[in-house]
């Protein structure tokens, strides 16, 4: 019999509803439940592409007796943190802050005043490697409720005042300037490998908001190193097996140093940072690799994450049934050198064996590789290359696909719409623009209420419950910047002002720290403040740099004063930990550059003059700069005011710190002026 889960747009709630576990989801009710039975809250956190997560739901929250236990001694709540990522960042701090550690899935226990006292991750059906069973940590909680209340309130009230005292005030310091920025990059300088590509060591995740600081560091400042690691990082990243060889797309990270073996899940954030990322290492070199990489990537969102309601999917699983009904990590994915013989016959499968680094003992489980794209003496047929690949690609067809998570996450599709609009733009694809064009249009249609207030997400057409966060704001914002530059569209300019109006008024005190729920939002034990990077940007980090654009857009002093203050703290930060503020320091080269403001006008928005000066303003490397296009006298974008034609041939005009240079009808002079690096 399903449990109160059945009705949720979460599909990781989903997959819990049949559980024996009487699961609530994360509401009043189930606390005023722990209260009137005076038992504890355990809540559960995970997400739907998580391994972890599978796995311990098969062991312990499907088995009778397990449920059993927990049904009696407690209420169980059950949260998906991409539904709720405020609720799993409060929980998590106290994680990370009580055991060193943190992951999924979470688990914790809870007062039914929502305050936490006992702390874990994965939790073993039987003692193990050091850990206790799920079992007795249950038990070992059930009985410390019972038997030493004081000393478990106490320990919980303790936690709470802990994290209070831990807010974050550096909303009235200072941006970066060029001296904070130069001790960002010998940081990363430091942190760099140089054997490898990227940063640190394993698990190796990939870089995309310290990449981008990379090339707009160099863009500006001529930085040979920053562009080098940049350019290296990607290559390696392509070329290994977190970048899926046949069907493009990137893992979420990988287990080694060398990018060699992924952890398979593949996110929509993940590739909409990198699709945008090699778009723009294209723009500043002209690879090749970035080209291909950057079109496979987005060819994959359209192809394997695009909702039949014009959205993008959250996710697609790691696992999938390895073709005997076990879920097996990855076995969509890898080869055996029998398989490769089975599909293209023994010369190609010798080829591509040599091709994609298949060997006989594996690079992964079982005798399996992951194809790879590892450097090689000699030159491959190009023809019998691509064969090879689409046979492949048509036999992995065949084989179970993993899962897909549907929901419709509103940060994420922000990200994906900026980098499909741009990708579409520089490659003169616009099936790409008009698949970002569709997404926005359904953020509009389902996500925004009367009030431009965003619900954070969305399932079969259907809106969520849950309020959006400061990252939907900001990076939904930073989608329809992105969409208003590529199609000469105000309408999305204007859009993008109105979340950024609930940014400034509803997630900004009054010394210009942001937080990352709304002040009206529900109130947890503690209003969530991060401003560093995890798997994506930071809401403060994605906020200062669309407040900065818009402000450029349009000259608000307002929105420009809080991009500022809110780059306070990457100037505390960024010296420091420049692996984790990589898009506010991003956002911090667009402010030292200007950013530049560009305004292209033409007798229309079809006149191939005016297209031409349109597609190298876009291609431009200037840090951060905005773009306006349309016909002349039109009132879009508040750029447009007294821009006219030049002896009526259409024109670009080019600003930077309130001072303009001459318009130019050539578009030579718009490249030399933008740092134009590619032929547009």
């Not at 979460?10 to 509803?17: D, M, R, V």
């Amino acid at each position: 019999m399903p449990n109160r889960l059945a009705q949720a747009t979460s599909p990781y709630l989903l997959q819990h509803a049949e559980n024996p576990v009487d699961w609530w989801p994360w509401e009043d009710a189930a606390f005023e439940e722990a209260r009137r039975r005076d038992v504890p809250v355990l809540l559960s956190v995970g997400y739907s592409a998580c391994h972890w997560c599978h796995v311990m739901a098969h062991e312990s929250f499907e088995d009778g007796p397990t449920a059993d236990f927990l049904n009696s001694h407690f209420v169980s709540v059950k949260v998906d943190r991409e539904e709720r990522p405020d609720v799993d960042a409060v929980y998590m701090e106290a994680v990370q802050a009580a055991t060193g550690q943190g992951g999924w899935p979470m688990t914790v226990f809870l007062t039914p005043d929502a305050e936490p006292f006992y702390f874990g991750t994965y939790y073993p059906p039987e003692p193990r490697h050091g850990m206790p069973s799920f079992r007795q940590v249950l038990q070992g909680v059930h009985q410390a409720w019972a038997e030493r209340r004081d000393e478990v309130t106490e320990v919980a009230g303790k936690i709470v005042r802990d994290l209070a005292g831990r807010e974050i005030s550096y909303g009235d310091a200072q941006p970066p300037g060029e001296a904070e920025l130069g001790q960002a990059l010998l940081g990363l300088t430091r942190e760099y490998d140089p054997q490898r590509g990227g940063f640190g060591g394993a698990p190796k995740f990939p870089p995309s908001m310290v990449v981008e600081f990379l090339l707009r560091h160099h863009a500006r400042t001529g930085a040979d190193g920053a562009l080098e690691m940049a350019r290296d990082t990607c290559e390696r990243m392509a070329r290994g097996g977190i970048y899926d060889q046949l069907g493009g797309g990137f893992a979420r990270y990988s287990v080694d140093r060398d990018w060699v073996v992924p952890h398979f899940e593949k996110m929509l954030y993940d590739n909409a940072l990198l699709c945008r990322v090699y778009a723009h290492l294209w723009r500043a070199t002209g690879s090749d690799l970035a080209r291909r990489v950057a079109l496979e990537t987005a060819d994959f969102m359209v192809r394997e994450l695009r909702t039949a309601e014009g959205g993008f999917a959250s996710a697609l699983d790691a696992d999938s049934d390895d073709g005997t009904g076990r879920h097996v990590e990855g076995a969509y994915y890898v080869w055996t050198p029998a398989q490769l013989t089975e599909v293209l016959g023994a010369d190609d499968a010798a080829l591509a064996a040599q091709y994609f680094g298949v060997t006989e003992e594996g690079t992964f489980e079982h005798g399996s590789s992951v194809l790879q794209l590892p450097r090689q003496e000699g030159v491959f047929d190009a023809e019998r290359i691509s064969s090879v690949r689409e046979r492949l690609l048509a036999a992995r067809a065949g084989r179970p696909a993993p899962a897909r998570d549907d929901k419709v996450v509103a940060a994420w599709n922000g990200l994906a719409i900026a980098a499909l609009a741009e990708t579409g733009a520089y490659f003169e694809r616009p099936d790409l623009v008009e698949a970002a064009v569709a997404a926005a249009d359904l953020l509009v249609r389902l996500h925004l209420d009367e009030q431009a207030r965003l619900f954070r997400t969305s399932k079969d057409g259907r809106a969520g419950a849950n309020a959006g966060v400061l990252e939907d704001y900001a990076d939904v914002a930073e989608g329809f910047l992105s969409l208003a530059s590529v199609t000469g569209e105000g309408v999305w300019l204007d859009l993008a002002g109105l979340l950024l109006d609930h940014v400034l008024t509803r997630f900004t005190d009054e010394s210009g720290s942001l937080y990352d729920t709304a002040a009206d939002a529900e109130q947890l034990i503690r209003r969530p403040q991060d401003p560093t990077d995890n798997a994506t940007p930071s809401g403060w980090s994605a906020a200062a740099g669309a407040l900065l654009s818009y402000a450029a857009h349009t000259g608000s002093e307002p929105h420009r004063t809080a991009a500022e203050h809110a780059l306070g703290v990457v100037k505390a930060l960024g010296p420091r930990v420049p692996r984790f503020v990589g898009w506010g320091l991003a956002a911090a080269e667009a402010l030292l550059d200007g950013p530049r403001e560009v305004a292209v006008v033409g007798p229309g928005l079809d006149d191939s003059a005016a297209k031409g000066l349109h597609r190298t303003a876009l291609l431009g490397t200037a840090p951060g700069a905005v773009v306006a296009f349309g016909a002349e006298g039109s009132d879009e974008f508040p750029l447009f005011a007294d821009r006219p034609l030049v002896d009526g041939a259409p024109a670009a005009y080019v600003c930077r710190n309130f001072t303009c240079d001459a318009p130019t009808t050539d578009p030579e002079r718009l490249r030399t002026a933008l740092g134009v690096a590619v032929s547009s």
